[in-house]
Nanobody, 116 residues
Framework: QVQLAESGGGLVQPGGSLTLSCAASGSALMFRTMAWYRQAPGKQRELVATMSRGIRTNYTDAVKGRFAISRDIAKNTVYLQMNSLKPDDTAVYFC??????????WGQGTQVTVSS
């Protein structure tokens, strides 16, 4: 089994920065992709950023130029550096990992609140 544990969420003022971390533990930690999703109150969960094992990245338009996803394969950890945060970025952020066999795993989520 695989467990994903997010950390780094919190309250930040508009224009501020946060870095989220997601550490994977368990067995068979070879992931095809790792990603961050978010879900704001009353909205559907949306993809924020993905990174493949070959380090190719993709971002949703709303965060391009402000967020950066990175991955430490040796530590089985994926990060999301979030800069120039806006109130619209307020959401629960979830870590996602997909193995090469298609198995998909989710973390429990970490709350990010952007407010003055």
């Amino acid at each position: 089994q695989v467990q994903l544990a997010e950390s780094g969420g919190g309250l930040v003022q508009p224009g501020g920065s946060l870095t989220l971390s997601c550490a994977a533990s368990g067995s068979a930690l070879m992931f095809r992709t790792m990603a961050w999703y978010r879900q704001a109150p009353g909205k559907q969960r949306e993809l924020v950023a993905t990174m493949s094992r070959g380090i190719r990245t993709n971002y949703t338009d709303a965060v391009k130029g402000r967020f950066a996803i990175s991955r430490d394969i040796a530590k089985n950890t994926v990060y999301l550096q979030m800069n120039s945060l806006k109130p619209d970025d307020t959401a629960v952020y979830f870590c996602n990992a997909v193995r090469f066999d298609g198995s998909e795993y989710w973390g429990q989520g970490t709350q990010v609140t952007v407010s003055s």
